[in-house]
């Protein structure tokens, strides 16, 4: 099984990103301090999970969220395939229909 390389750079390049978010989520909390990181989750509690949603919009939220980020994912593969230059069967595609 060949990895294609576009594939694998988009992947890395998205769980690159989200590191770097974490980061400054964490960086953030520690700068303003657990009282406030615990105030902050108090209200989050209070607003989204103290009232329990329907199953159905639950589940519809996240098929919404997993096609983002797949489209996302497949845009930035897509990009990187074009800047590489490869097809989808990992050949360059200068020689694609040469014989």
Same mark, same amino acid.
């Given at each position: $099984? !060949? ?8 992947? +890395?390049?998205?769980?690159? /990103?989200?590191?770097?978010? *974490?980061?400054? =989520?964490?960086?953030?909390?520690? !700068? *303003? ?7 902050? %989750?108090? @209200?989050?509690?209070?607003?989204? $999970? ?6 159905? =919009? ?7 969220? +997993? ?6 994912? %497949? *845009?930035?593969? /897509?990009? /990187?395939?074009?800047?590489?230059? =490869? ?10 229909? @040469? +014989?």
């Amino acid at each position: $099984m !060949r990895i294609q390389t576009h594939k694998l750079v988009s992947a +890395l390049l998205i769980g690159f /990103l989200y590191g770097l978010y *974490l980061h400054h =989520t964490y960086v953030k909390w520690h !700068r *303003l301090g657990r009282a406030a990181f615990l105030e902050h %989750e108090g @209200q989050r509690f209070d607003r989204y $999970m103290a009232i329990v949603s329907p199953t159905i =919009t639950s589940v519809f939220g996240a098929v919404i969220v +997993l096609l983002v980020v797949v489209s996302i994912y %497949e *845009l930035i593969a /897509l990009g /990187l395939q074009k800047f590489i230059g =490869t097809t989808a069967s990992g050949v360059p595609s200068s020689t694609t229909g @040469q +014989l």
